[in-house]
C-alpha cells in the first residue's frame, strides 16, 4: 500500500513538475515573442533600404530621396557613437561611485539621502533630463551640441550604473572584504582589488544596461543634441555643435510624409538595434574571458 | 594583480571610445582635404537654423543647393521643430536664425527688443498654402466650398455630405449621404493659424466664438498629431474633412477642395493662385495675414511662412563671429533670390516681388556691432 502511495505521490510530483516547466516555457515564449516579432518586423521592412551610400552619404533635404541622389545616415550613425561614447564617459565614473559608496559604505550618513535621490533620477521622464542638460549645456554654451546629448543622456545612465553596481558589490560576501582588510590592506584596495573584479560580470552587465537604454533614447536629444543633416564642417563640432542621433533621426524619418524616408527610418532602426545587439555580445564576450583567466 | 581587469574593462570602452573618435575625425579629415582644393578649413562656416515643419523641405533643399554652390564653404543645418519650437529658440538664442508660420507677436517683439535692443526681422521667406483635404468615396479633387460652408462645416452645423449648401455649389456631383467628419491638427501649428485666420475673417460668428491662431478650441471633430496625423485620420475615414499645406496634399495624393475667395472666383489651389494672394499692399515688417485676399486670381487661405533674425546679430548667443553673421545674411539673401527657383519643384509657391523688396528693406538694417553687414552684403550680391 505504502510503496502504491508513494509512487502515486512521485508520479503527481513528475505531472506537477511538468505543468509548472510548461508554464515557464509559455512565459519565456511570451516575453521572447513580442522581441522576436519587432526585430523580424525591422528587419523585413529595413532590410530593402541597408545599401552602400546608407553608411557613406549625408542625408541632406527630402529632395535627394525623392529624386534618387544619395542620401545616406553617415554623419548620424557617427553622431551616434560619438553621443552614445560620451555619455558613457561622464556616466561610468559617476554611477560607478555613487555604487561603491551605497554598498560599501552602508553606514554613511549621505546614504539614504542618495538613494532617494537616485531613484528619483531613475524615476523622472528622460524629457525632463534632456530640458535639464538644455539649460546646463546648452544654454550656457549657446548652441545645440554633441556634449549636451552626451550629458543629457549621461542622466539616463547614472541612476542604472548606481544601482546595477551597488547591487552587483553587495552580491560579494562581506567575508572576503574581511579577509582583505586583516591582510592589511586599506578600504581603497579591498575595494579596488576584491571586490570589484569578484563583481565585475555583475558590473560590466549594469554598465550595459544603462548603456542599452540610454542608446535608444530620443526625448532627452531633441533640445541637446538637436540633430543635423549633415557631417559638421569640422569634426570637432561632433562635440560642441548639433549633430545627429539615430534614435531622435528614427523619429523625424517615420513622422516625415516621404515613402524613402520611411524606408530609411527602417533602415536606421536596424542600424541601431545591431549597434546595441554588438555591444552586448561584446560584453557577454569580455565578461566570460575574464572568469577563464 | 585581479584590479587590472575592471580597468581592463574601462579600458576597452575608452579604447573602442578613441576608435570611433579616431574614425569620425579621420571622415571629418577626408572630408576637409577633399574641400581644400577650393577652401581653406578656417573659412568654412556652420549655419543653424529651427523651426516651421512646412518650409522645412524647401529650406533643407535650398540647404543642399547652397552648399553645393559655395563649394561646402557654408552648411546650413535646419532641423524641423514645428513653428512654435523655432520662435522658442529663436528667442532662447540658441539658434541662427528660426522659422515659422505665424509672425512674431508684438510682445515677443517687444521682448527682443528689450534684450537685444534692437529688432527681430520676420522675413518672409516662402508662402504657406492650405487645402481643405477630404475623403469622398467616387469624388476626387475640385469640390468647390466657399468661406460660408467651411464655417458652418466645422462649427459642426454642416453634418452630412449631401448637405444642399454644399451641394449647391457643386451641381454636377453626386454627393453622398456620409456623414461629415470633422479633422483638425491637435498640436500648436502655422497651418492651424492660416486656416483659421481665414475662417475668422469670413464669418463673424467663427471671429466671436473661436477666433484664430497656432491652437483654438474647436468645436467639433477629432483631433490629428502633425500634418501627418490629421492626413492618416482624413485618408482613413470615409466622409472626413481636414486641413494640409498644398504640398503635403500633393504628396500623399489627398483629395482637396477649390475654394472661392472673396472676389466670388472659384480657385483652384495652385502656385500662382498663392503668389498671386500675397499682392497686396504690405506693411513694412511683413507681419500681415492675408487671407481672405481682396486678389480676384488669389487662392483665399493662404499666408507667409518667416525666417527670424536679430537686427542685432551680435546680441544673438549662437552667432560667434562677424563671419557666421555675414555667411547668413548671405545665405537669406540667397535664399530669398536665387533659392527661390526651386520652389515649384517642391510645390512651394514663390515670393511675390512686393515682399523680397521688403525682405531687402529689413536685411540693409542688419547690424554687426553696429557696422550695417546687411548692407554690405546686399552689395555684395549686387542687390542694391
Sequence with gaps: MRRVYDQKSLRQRTIWDHFILGLLMISTLVVMVPLLIIVGYVIINGAGALNWDLFTQELGSPARAMQGRPTGLVHTILGTAVVDLLAILIAAPLGLGAGIMLSEYPDHKLNPVLRILNDTLNGMPAVLKG?????????????????????????????????????????????????????????????????????????????????????????????????SNYLPNHWSNMILGPVDTLPQRLYSLAISPYKEWHEMGWAAGIILLTFVMILFIAARFLTRQKIKT | MKSTLIFKTLGFLAYSGIIILAASCGGGVSEERSAERETSDASRIDLLGAGASFPAPLVTAMADEYRDETNNRVTVNYQSIGSGGGIRQFVEQTIMFG???????????????????????????????????????????????????????????????????????????????????????????????????????????????????????????????GNEGVAGAVINTPGAIGYNSLSYALLNDMSFAYVENSSGNIIEPSYAATTAAANIDLPEDTRVLFTNTPAPDGYPIAGFAWMLVYENLDKNNAINSRRQAEELVQFIIWSITDGQELSEGLGYARLPEAAIQRSFDMIKQIKWRGDPVGQEMLKKAGLI
Design chain 2, 99 to 225: 522659422m515659422t508660420e505665424a509672425f512674431l507677436s508684438d510682445e515677443v517683439m517687444a521682448d527682443v527688443e528689450k534684450q537685444t535692443e534692437g529688432r527681430a526681422f520676420n522675413i518672409p521667406i516662402t508662402l504657406a498654402d492650405v487645402v481643405p483635404t477630404y475623403n469622398l468615396p467616387g469624388i476626387g479633387k475640385g469640390l468647390v466650398l466657399n468661406g460660408e460652408v467651411l464655417v458652418d462645416i466645422f462649427l459642426g452645423r454642416i453634418t452630412r455630405w449631401n448637405d444642399p449648401k454644399i451641394a449647391a455649389l457643386n451641381s454636377g456631383k453626386n454627393l453622398p449621404s456620409l456623414p461629415v467628419t470633422v479633422v483638425h491638427r491637435s498640436d500648436g501649428s502655422g497651418t492651424t493659424n492660416v486656416f483659421t485666420s481665414y475662417l475668422t475673417r469670413v464669418s463673424d460668428e467663427w471671429r466671436t466664438r473661436i477666433g484664430f491662431g497656432t491652437s483654438v478650441n474647436w468645436p467639433t471633430g477629432i483631433g490629428g498629431n
Design chain 1, 131 to 227: 530640458l535639464l542638460a538644455f539649460s546646463l549645456v546648452v544654454k550656457p554654451m549657446g548652441t545645440f551640441s554633441g556634449l549636451a546629448g552626451g550629458v543629457a543622456l549621461a542622466f539616463v545612465m547614472i541612476p542604472i550604473i548606481a544601482r546595477s553596481t551597488e547591487s552587483a558589490l553587495m552580491n560579494i560576501p562581506w567575508t572576503i572584504r574581511e579577509a582583505a582588510l586583516a591582510i592589511g590592506l586599506p578600504r581603497w584596495r579591498v575595494i579596488l582589488s576584491t571586490v570589484m573584479p569578484a563583481a565585475r560580470t555583475g558590473l560590466v552587465t549594469g554598465f550595459l544596461i544603462g548603456f542599452a537604454r540610454a542608446a535608444g533614447e530620443a526625448a532627452p536629444l531633441m533640445f541637446t543634441s538637436f540633430g
